[in-house]
């Protein structure tokens, strides 16, 4: 028996769109999910940015005061893509309020934050996901199952790369995330954290690492109105940088791997260059996001000179089945935000964790939150 539950969706720039297009396409994907979405509410402290979005998505409601969402009885469940530093309150208080909540990583500037977060929708009895999308794609599936039944033998190392150049023109908006105290610690929460959440999906727990940053573009032009996305600011008055735009990363897990996670936001000439390749002892798979249906696989008892295959993502691979019938169809990014919709919904129907969860969140921020002191101090950090 299907029923309708009410959604809101709590900040409506790029990221909250996505997660709007990617309730509306669940019925068509996943028909069989028992929760319905309904589009109750949507609220954006940006004048009339709300109001534009109910009058495109089909909101019954719309509203520049979040807290107006979290007083709704009839919104059951919350996507909340504010902002980073706005993570901790708002996410808290719609818990307190009684509504699960799918929230975008890295679910606040720190690791205490994550755990608020997290503890009150403990507290509360209620569900959530986080926005790891990249553990979703249908080849990352695979390649986990690959590396769980052996196929690579004892993994060795890992690499995990993150480069975009999103930040790398000097006239990028100095935006919020630019920012200490709005935009935490810049590249590690909004890169790396996808890099920490593959390594534990991938590999297990990351026992400790040491880590190095550095900030290479410092100043950059104040914007002079709302910013959504990675804007261009020209003219405007100079402000300085205060969170990284580089970091890398030597991980040592506990099963006894070794790893190499590298993230930048400054990186000219990369488009989403995400990825990573692991290494075993008989073995070795790779993973490319910009050709994200496909796994280059190398296995055997050859060791030296082994071939390397491509393997495609097809039904069967996680949740590949429900966008197309055969392998190597493309998918794309907003697939990967509606499975995860779906996993989130799912958790709440059956009342069982799907996906992602804040306790994920809270594990990743812990290792961002030691990339910086290591990288502060100059010395390996234990997580364990």
Same mark, same amino acid.
């Given at each position: 028996?299907?029923?309708?539950?009410?959604?809101?969706?709590?900040?409506?720039?790029?990221?909250?769109?996505?997660?709007?297009?990617?309730?509306?396409?669940?019925?068509?994907?996943?028909?069989?999910?028992?929760?319905?979405?309904?589009?109750?509410?949507?609220?954006?402290?940006?004048?009339?940015?709300?109001?534009?979005?109910?009058?495109?998505?089909?909101?019954?409601?719309?509203?520049?005061?979040?807290?107006?969402?979290?007083?709704?009885?009839?919104?059951? +469940? &919350?996507?909340?893509?504010?902002? !980073?530093?706005?993570?901790? #309150?708002?996410?808290?208080? /719609?818990?307190? @309020? $009684?509504?699960?909540?799918?929230?975008?990583?890295?679910?606040?500037?720190?690791?205490?934050?994550?755990?608020?977060?997290?503890?009150?929708?403990?507290?509360?009895?209620?569900?959530? +996901? &986080?926005?790891?999308?990249?553990? !979703?794609?249908?080849?990352? #599936?695979?390649?986990?199952? /690959?590396?769980? @039944? $052996?196929?690579?033998?004892?993994?060795?190392?890992?690499?995990?790369?993150?480069?975009?150049?999103?930040?790398?023109?000097?006239?990028?908006?100095?935006?919020?995330?630019?920012?200490?105290?709005?935009?935490?610690?810049?590249?590690?929460?909004?890169?790396?954290?996808?890099?920490?959440? /593959?390594?534990?999906?991938?590999?297990?727990?990351?026992?400790?690492?040491?880590?190095?940053?550095?900030?290479?573009?410092?100043?950059?032009?104040?914007?002079?109105?709302?910013?959504?996305?990675?804007?261009?600011?020209?003219?405007?008055?100079?402000?300085?940088?205060?969170?990284?735009?580089?970091?890398?990363? /030597?991980?040592?897990?506990?099963?006894?791997?070794?790893?190499?996670?590298?993230?930048?936001?400054?990186?000219?000439?990369?488009?989403?260059?995400?990825?990573?390749?692991?290494?075993?002892?008989?073995?070795?798979?790779?993973?490319?996001?910009?050709?994200?249906?496909?796994?280059?696989?190398?296995?055997?008892?050859?060791?030296?000179?082994?071939?390397?295959?491509?393997?495609?993502?097809?039904?069967?691979?996680?949740?590949?089945?429900?966008?197309?019938?055969?392998?190597?169809?493309?998918?794309?990014?907003?697939?990967?935000?509606?499975?995860?919709?779906?996993?989130?919904?799912?958790?709440?129907?059956?009342?069982?964790?799907?996906?992602?969860?804040?306790?994920?969140?809270?594990?990743?921020?812990?290792?961002?939150?030691?990339?910086?002191?290591?990288?502060?101090?100059?010395?390996?950090?234990?997580?364990?």
């Amino acid at each position: 028996m299907v029923s309708t539950f009410g959604i809101a969706v709590v900040g409506f720039g790029w990221m909250g769109r996505v997660h709007t297009q990617a309730y509306t396409r669940l019925p068509h994907h996943f028909p069989r999910l028992s929760l319905r979405p309904e589009l109750v509410a949507v609220a954006d402290e940006v004048p009339g940015r709300a109001e534009e979005a109910a009058g495109q998505y089909g909101f019954a409601s719309a509203t520049r005061d979040w807290r107006e969402v979290a007083a709704d009885p009839r919104v059951r +469940a &919350v996507s909340v893509t504010a902002p !980073n530093f706005l993570h901790r #309150e708002i996410g808290v208080a /719609l818990a307190e @309020a $009684g509504k699960h909540l799918w929230i975008e990583k890295p679910v606040g500037l720190t690791a205490g934050d994550a755990r608020a977060v997290a503890g009150a929708l403990d507290t509360a009895g209620l569900h959530g +996901a &986080v926005g790891f999308n990249y553990r !979703n794609a249908p080849a990352v #599936e695979a390649a986990r199952e /690959l590396v769980a @039944a $052996g196929e690579m033998g004892a993994v060795t190392h890992v690499r995990i790369r993150l480069l975009s150049d999103y930040a790398a023109h000097p006239e990028g908006a100095l935006s919020w995330r630019f920012e200490r105290e709005r935009g935490g610690s810049g590249v590690l929460g909004d890169l790396a954290s996808h890099g920490v959440d /593959l390594a534990r999906h991938l590999l297990g727990e990351i026992a400790a690492l040491t880590a190095d940053t550095a900030v290479f573009v410092p100043r950059r032009p104040r914007p002079t109105g709302a910013t959504a996305g990675h804007t261009r600011a020209t003219g405007g008055e100079s402000g300085a940088v205060e969170n990284d735009d580089y970091v890398s990363c /030597l991980l040592r897990f506990t099963s006894g791997a070794r790893g190499v996670l590298e993230a930048s936001r400054v990186s000219a000439g990369e488009q989403n260059n995400y990825g990573f390749e692991i290494h075993g002892t008989t073995g070795a798979v790779f993973w490319d996001f910009r050709r994200m249906g496909e796994l280059r696989v190398s296995r055997g008892g050859d060791y030296q000179d082994q071939p390397v295959s491509t393997l495609y993502a097809g039904p069967g691979h996680g949740e590949y089945g429900a966008f197309q019938p055969g392998a190597a169809t493309s998918m794309g990014y907003d697939d990967l935000k509606v499975i995860e919709a779906y996993r989130f919904l799912r958790s709440v129907a059956e009342d069982t964790p799907y996906g992602a969860t804040p306790a994920d969140a809270v594990a990743s921020a812990v290792a961002l939150d030691a990339m910086a002191r290591s990288a502060e101090r100059g010395t390996w950090v234990s997580l364990v």
